[in-house]
């Protein structure tokens, strides 16, 4: 299992600014993924990170606006940048390293953007 | 392209009654398959998963699941529900055929709510 640490657990933001989001898991992992959860609704998958090379993004989302560091095996950001109340959500960055096995999950952060 | 159906946005069932939360999936090939619970203000707790082998599987908090390949379903089982199993129920799936590592394709969630 990982143990994943996600800060801020919460933020209320200014639309126009920034926030940067921490992931740090307690084992090294080869992929982590960042997910959105509006208000209400399932996951949805904002990218995929891999150490040492670009993030991935699927459709709808890119790099401008989201931008995402990995830097090493345990550690992540992801950045909201340039925040519009629409991106009041909850992020989640997730973590599964074999094909079989679960992922797992930071506690998630609750971001409100006024 | 993966997919899961979860066609209840919310289920209600008394306390002591069994529990039912349906999930349907859909992938090219064989899926693994995963139940997560979310509770007010947290993160997502897996429950149980599905990768070979018996199709019934059993997880935490006495949670169980069948996997019925036929009806492509996965559904979500409890014999006897108690109130603190009030939460947001998430099905996911990955297709084993995909190579590497992909991330889970998630339903939109289904509200349990167990009423005392």
């Known amino acids: 299992s990982a143990v994943i640490s996600q800060k801020p657990s919460r933020d209320i933001c200014q639309r126009g600014t920034s926030l940067t989001i921490q992931c740090q898991v307690d084992?090294?992992?080869?992929?982590m993924f960042w997910y959105r959860q509006q208000p209400g609704q399932s996951l949805t998958l904002i990218a995929t990170a891999n150490q040492g090379s670009e993030a991935t993004y699927e459709s709808g989302f890119v790099i401008d606006k989201f931008p995402i560091s990995r830097p090493n095996l345990t550690f992540s950001t992801l950045t909201v940048s340039n925040m519009s109340p629409e991106d009041s959500s909850i992020y989640l960055c997730?973590?599964?390293?074999?094909?079989?096995?679960?992922?797992?999950f930071g506690q998630g952060t609750r971001l409100t953007v006024v | 392209a993966q997919s899961v159906a979860q066609p209840e946005d919310q289920v209600n069932v008394a306390e002591g009654n069994p529990l039912t939360v349906k999930c349907t999936y859909s992938v090219s090939g064989n899926p693994y398959l995963f139940w997560y619970v979310q509770y007010p203000n947290r993160g997502l707790q897996f429950l149980l998963k599905y990768i070979t082998g018996d199709n019934l599987v059993k997880g935490s908090y006495g949670f169980e699941a069948e996997f019925n390949k036929s009806q492509t379903s996965f559904h979500l089982k409890k014999p006897s529900a108690l109130v603190s199993d009030s939460a947001l129920y998430f099905c996911a799936v990955r297709d084993r055929e995909c190579s590497g590592n992909t991330p889970l394709v998630f339903g939109k969630g289904t509200r349990l709510s167990v009423i005392a």
């Open positions: 084992s090294q992992v080869t992929m």
């Open positions: 997730s973590v599964s390293d074999i094909p079989n096995t679960e992922a797992f």
